[in-house]
């Protein structure tokens, strides 16, 4: 079972850069997905962006440009460790959410793909 544990979140002004940290144990799979989902109060969860364990990455249409996700895995000496970044930058207040980090092992999945590991969350609060 893939355990996640977020950091980062905080509050922002508009404009303002966070960068969001996920780690990841007990990848047990070559393939495997890491990505981050949102939602906001009374709004349905939403995928932000995923990276797969080759580096192909997916974002959303409303954070291409202003999101970039990363990974880095090489520190892991039986590869079953991954950390996950998400460098947020021009933020909106309609950025506002908690921010979750999900991980997949095999494969298939996508933005639109259920992920059947989460973290706690970490919440981002952009406002002035």
């Known amino acids: 079972q893939v355990q996640l544990v977020e950091s980062g979140g905080g509050s922002v002004q508009p404009g303002g850069s966070l960068r969001l940290s996920c780690a990841a144990s007990?990848?047990?799979?070559?393939?495997?997905?890491l990505g981050w989902f949102r939602q906001a109060p009374e709004k349905e969860r939403e995928a932000v962006a995923i990276i797969e364990s080759d580096g192909t990455i997916s974002y959303a249409d409303s954070v291409k440009g202003r999101f970039t996700i990363s990974k880095d895995d090489a520190a892991s000496r039986d590869n079953t460790k991954a950390t996950v970044y998400l460098q947020m930058n021009s933020l909106k207040s309609e950025d506002s959410a908690m921010y979750y980090c999900?991980?997949?092992?095999?494969?298939?999945?996508?933005?639109?793909?259920?992920?059947?590991?989460w973290g706690q969350g970490t919440r981002v609060t952009v406002s002035s």
């Open positions: 007990g990848i047990t799979y070559s393939s495997y997905y």
């Open positions: 999900a991980g997949a092992l095999g494969a298939g999945y996508g933005l639109d793909t259920p992920f059947p590991y």
